[in-house]
């Protein structure tokens, strides 16, 4: 059996390959946790799999990520419960994959929106570009008419533009319907795949297990 040996100038060329390709993941994951570094290290490796069902849907979604499909996620759930963990971890997985991803919550996208129409129509056309957005603490932001408008509009031009969304919110069912119209509810429970966080509080059990 004969073995083939990377010449001299192969191995450098493999080498150089190598760290272009780490160089374009590290750019890409500062890029779409600008506001969030600590994120970046969020794997479904190191994941502690307190909610397997949870974990491995969300770890098969960033596996069969494909362009073109308008299909998100929506994790809802008490807080602390991983969304956020696991919505960077999909992230994470879609960058090594060769994605764009922009992480980013409801309070900064709905400041971008309060800017001159100008401006508006640039910073919608940046989020809409991303191949997933995730938005992290829908609820949380100011309930008023412009808000809510905001968050229809974000939501409906992703899907119209087949770019999907992964959204966190710690309102459940109730607390949705309560809060948004139904051109929203109506875009979250049909377009979206809905994953329920449930048990303890996970940041607040890492903190205790430090004591």
């Not at 994951?29 to 069902?53: I, M, V, Y």
Request: charged share 30%; net charge neutral; proline share 1%.
């Amino acid at each position: 059996m004969v073995v083939r040996v990377m010449c001299a100038c192969e191995e450098r060329e493999e080498r150089q390959r190598a760290e272009e390709e780490a160089q374009r993941i590290r750019c890409m994951r500062e890029r779409c946790f600008e506001s969030a570094p600590a994120l970046a290290g969020c794997t479904f490796e190191a994941d502690d799999q307190k909610n397997t069902k949870v974990s491995a849907a969300c770890e098969r979604y960033a596996n069969t990520f494909e362009r073109g499909d308008p299909y998100g996620l929506l994790l809802f759930g008490e807080v602390g419960g991983g969304k956020t963990y696991m919505a960077a971890a999909v992230a994470n997985r879609l960058i090594e994959r060769g994605f764009s991803v922009l992480h980013t919550d409801i309070g900064s996208v709905a400041t971008l929106m309060e800017s001159s129409f100008e401006k508006r129509q640039r910073n919608l056309e940046r989020i809409l570009s991303y191949d997933l957005l995730i938005i992290d603490d829908l609820g949380t932001e100011y309930e008023t008419q412009f808000y809510n408008s905001t968050v229809y509009n974000i939501i409906n031009s992703r899907i119209n533009s087949s770019r999907p969304t992964i959204i966190n919110t710690n309102l459940d069912y109730a607390g949705i319907n309560k809060r948004y119209e139904a051109r929203v509810v109506s875009r979250l429970t049909t377009i979206y795949s809905c994953l329920e966080f449930k048990g303890e509080d996970i940041r607040m059990q890492k903190r205790l297990a430090q004591i």
